[in-house]
């Protein structure tokens, strides 16, 4: 059974709460769900309706090495409307999906939240990553959020999983209905770690205000 992670709870992914080996990690999945917000019904939803705002969330990986920061921004591209030296190095977004080892990498760029499951996808051969790589760290902002005036407040199940090789689930963390989530575009959701030869994985649900990750990422990058 999955275990339902809390705000700072660590598991190893390796094991389940008996200590053993039960999952595949040759490939992980991290996977990260939300819901559209409901059009508003009924008679104010006559006279004032029409359709919501889409809320485009979009999952980030940041791989970290032995020091907790980006080695390797890449090239350069246009991020937000400013130039950022981000394609082709060891941050995976929606401009760079594909990380260059091919060992982690994003399915596509989900920009309504529309269906059951996961929206979007960063998928992780574990146990291909080089060792220079000691952390993944998974960041989720809301496309534009500020400009269109929306936060994770008024987000509905919104989640991030692990999912083994096989599809296994091996955690889960939900924040749906965390009022501290009101105001906030941005979220360091989760991190996979190595830990005496083994990954583990830690639920952080650490908001904010900014809706690029470009912002977040400046505390990772070398100076």
């Given at each position: 059974m999955a275990i339902n992670l809390q705000k700072g709870q660590t598991i190893d992914l390796r094991k389940n709460d008996r200590g053993e080996s039960v999952y595949d990690l040759s490939q992980v999945t991290i996977g990260l769900g939300w819901d559209v917000r409901q059009k508003q019904s009924g008679f104010f939803g006559k006279i004032?309706?029409?359709?919501?705002?889409?809320?485009?969330?979009?999952?980030?990986?940041?791989?970290?090495?032995?020091?907790?920061?980006?080695?390797d921004l890449g090239r350069t591209a246009?991020?937000?409307g400013r130039n950022v030296?981000?394609?082709?190095?060891?941050?995976?977004?929606?401009?760079?999906?594909?990380?260059?080892?091919?060992?982690?990498?994003?399915?596509?760029?989900?920009?309504?939240?529309?269906?059951?499951?996961?929206?979007?996808?960063?998928?992780?051969?574990?146990?291909?990553?080089?060792?220079?790589?000691?952390?993944?760290?998974f960041v989720v902002t809301?496309?534009?959020?500020?400009?269109?005036?929306?936060?994770?407040?008024?987000?509905?199940?919104?989640?991030i999983r692990a999912v083994d090789a096989r599809g296994k689930e091996i955690t889960k963390y939900s924040l749906s209905g965390d009022a501290s989530m009101n105001g906030m575009?941005?979220?360091?959701?989760?991190?996979?770690?190595?830990?005496?030869?083994?990954?583990?994985?830690?639920a952080l649900g650490e908001p904010g205000q900014t809706d690029n990750f470009v912002d977040i990422l400046a505390k990772y990058a070398y100076k």
């Open positions: 004032f309706g029409g359709k919501e705002e889409e809320y485009d969330l979009d999952a980030v990986a940041f791989l970290l090495d032995s020091n907790g920061k980006v080695a246009a991020v937000g030296a981000l394609y082709g190095g060891d941050v995976i977004y929606f401009n760079s999906m594909r990380h260059p080892s091919g060992n982690i990498w994003l399915t596509g760029d989900n920009r309504t939240g529309a269906g059951d499951g996961d929206d979007e996808q960063i998928i992780v051969q574990l146990d291909k990553l080089d060792q220079k790589y000691q952390k993944i760290l809301i496309y534009q959020g500020r400009q269109n005036n929306q936060h994770f407040g008024m987000v509905d199940n919104a989640f575009c941005s979220m360091v959701f989760a991190e996979a770690y190595r830990h005496n030869g083994d990954w583990k994985f830690r």
